[in-house]
């Protein structure tokens, strides 16, 4: 049984750091595609990163340069590290897993589980 369960969401200023996990059970992280997505209110949710096992990372254009997505295998998590927050990076910001190499990324669709998504405010 596959779980994810995001945290490390809250409320942070602007120009600040947040650094957001995603423990997984159930697999290994190393083996699926793990992606962060956010969702603002009325806002389709959209890719944030994604990085595969071979360690290849992938960002959305908004975020790269600000954002690091990284995994320890020893813990099963994944992490998002957030630097540089504007009101706009303020969402819900959800964990994903694919079981299989995904190309491209960004693809809501492409992950087949989710965490129930831990909220990222910017003042």
């Known amino acids: 049984h596959v779980q994810l369960v995001e945290s490390g969401g809250g409320l942070v200023q602007r120009g600040g750091s947040q650094r957001l996990s995603c423990a997984a059970s159930g697999y290994a992280v190393n083996t699926y595609c793990m992606g962060w997505f956010r969702q603002a209110p009325g806002a389709e949710r959209e890719a944030v990163a994604a990085?595969?096992?071979?360690?290849?990372?992938s960002y959305d254009d908004s975020v790269k340069g600000r954002f690091t997505i990284s995994q320890d295998n020893a813990k099963n998590t994944v992490y998002l590290a957030m630097n540089s927050l504007t009101p706009e990076d303020s969402a819900m910001y959800y964990c994903a897993a694919a079981p299989r190499y995904i190309d491209p990324w960004y693809i809501r669709g492409s992950y087949s589980y989710w965490g129930q998504g831990t909220q990222v405010t910017v003042s």
């Open positions: 990085i595969w096992p071979s360690d290849r990372r």
